[in-house]
């Protein structure tokens, strides 16, 4: 399977994010890629407003997505705000291409670090998975990473490959801890972790949000046995890579983490 991650820096404009996701998924299919992923917030920028922008997945920026990954008949993974309980949103992953059509809600909040994502954001409840191509994808968004059981509780749910989408927050040690989180979830799972962050906003130029987490950029993919097969900087890019989810079954003959589990 050829995938791209796409690691860019959003704003506050819905409309002009849009843009770059046609962009980039222009870019991604001139490389020959089935899969493009965003990061989490590509519909808006943290340190914005997001209830005034929040839309049902069947709402006008969920459609524009749609026709883009219809136009250039490629998957596209990008992270979006749904309308949740008690005036908050759902940070949510939208899923869209060939035969494919679904959506997860980031179940595990960010707050920490100064940060309250409660505050504004209504949880979800349940893993997703999805389907391209025969290979099992599940999702993943942002501070989830924290979090092993979602990402065997897809593997167990028959995904090779946890996609990770995210606006990881700055601060010190924080970039050690995504290198790290991305690869241990890798080898708890026995997956291929594809992890896209938000680029930095610094690299452009780009004032600090305050205490908001609005990326880091070292977007990465993560072989099951914990290996760096991609590891970006800051900087917006576009990484294409060739995986190969076939060699699951034999990764995890040599490594049965998930056969020999326990639960206490």
Same mark, same amino acid.
């Given at each position: 399977?050829?995938?791209?991650?796409?690691?860019?820096?959003?704003?506050?404009?819905?409309?002009?994010?849009?843009?770059?996701?046609?962009?980039?998924?222009?870019?991604?299919?001139?490389?020959?890629?089935?899969?493009?992923?965003?990061?989490?917030?590509?519909?808006?920028?943290?340190?914005?407003?997001?209830?005034?922008?929040? &839309?049902?997945?069947?709402?006008? =920026?969920?459609?524009? $997505? @749609?026709?883009? +990954?219809? #136009?250039?008949?490629?998957? *596209? %993974? !990008?992270?979006?705000?749904?309308?949740?309980?008690?005036?908050?949103?759902?940070?949510?992953?939208?899923?869209?291409?060939?035969?494919?059509?679904?959506?997860?809600?980031?179940?595990?909040?960010?707050?920490?670090?100064?940060?309250?994502?409660?505050?504004?954001?209504?949880?979800?409840?349940?893993?997703?998975?999805?389907?391209?191509?025969?290979?099992?994808?599940?999702?993943?968004?942002?501070?989830?990473?924290?979090?092993?059981?979602?990402?065997?509780?897809?593997?167990?749910?028959?995904?090779?490959?946890?996609?990770?989408?995210?606006?990881?927050?700055?601060? &010190?040690?924080?970039?050690?801890? =995504?290198?790290?989180? $991305? @690869?241990?979830? +890798?080898? #708890?799972?026995?997956?291929? *972790? %594809? !992890?896209?962050?938000?680029?930095?906003?610094?690299?452009?130029?780009?004032?600090?949000?305050?205490?908001?987490?609005?990326?880091?950029?070292?977007?990465?993919?993560?072989?099951?046995?914990?290996?760096?097969?991609?590891?970006?900087?800051?900087?917006?890019?576009?990484?294409?890579?060739?995986?190969?989810?076939?060699?699951?079954?034999?990764?995890?003959?040599?490594?049965?983490?998930?056969?020999?589990?326990?639960?206490?």
């Amino acid at each position: 399977m050829r995938l791209a991650v796409a690691q860019i820096v959003t704003g506050a404009s819905p409309e002009a994010n849009l843009e770059l996701i046609r962009d980039y998924a222009t870019q991604a299919k001139q490389a020959a890629a089935e899969l493009v992923v965003f990061p989490e917030a590509a519909m808006r920028a943290f340190g914005n407003p997001l209830a005034d922008i929040a &839309e049902p997945l069947d709402g006008p =920026w969920a459609t524009t $997505v @749609r026709s883009i +990954a219809r #136009d250039l008949d490629i998957a *596209v %993974v !990008a992270g979006m705000f749904t309308p949740g309980d008690g005036g908050r949103v759902r940070n949510t992953l939208l899923v869209t291409g060939p035969g494919i059509d679904t959506s997860y809600d980031k179940i595990h909040l960010f707050d920490a670090f100064g940060f309250a994502e409660s505050d504004s954001v209504d949880a979800g409840t349940s893993p997703v998975t999805f389907e391209l191509n025969g290979t099992v994808i599940g999702l993943a968004t942002c501070y989830d990473v924290r979090f092993p059981a979602l990402f065997t509780a897809n593997a167990r749910a028959g995904a090779a490959i946890n996609i990770v989408c995210a606006s990881w927050g700055a601060g &010190e040690g924080k970039a050690e801890q =995504w290198d790290l989180l $991305v @690869r241990a979830r +890798a080898v #708890d799972s026995t997956t291929f *972790v %594809v !992890a896209c962050g938000q680029a930095d906003p610094a690299t452009l130029g780009l004032p600090s949000a305050g205490t908001a987490p609005t990326g880091i950029g070292h977007s990465a993919v993560i072989s099951p046995l914990g290996s760096p097969l991609v590891a970006l900087g800051g900087k917006p890019e576009l990484a294409v890579i060739d995986i190969d989810p076939s060699i699951i079954p034999d990764v995890r003959g040599k490594l049965p983490v998930l056969a020999n589990a326990r639960s206490f």
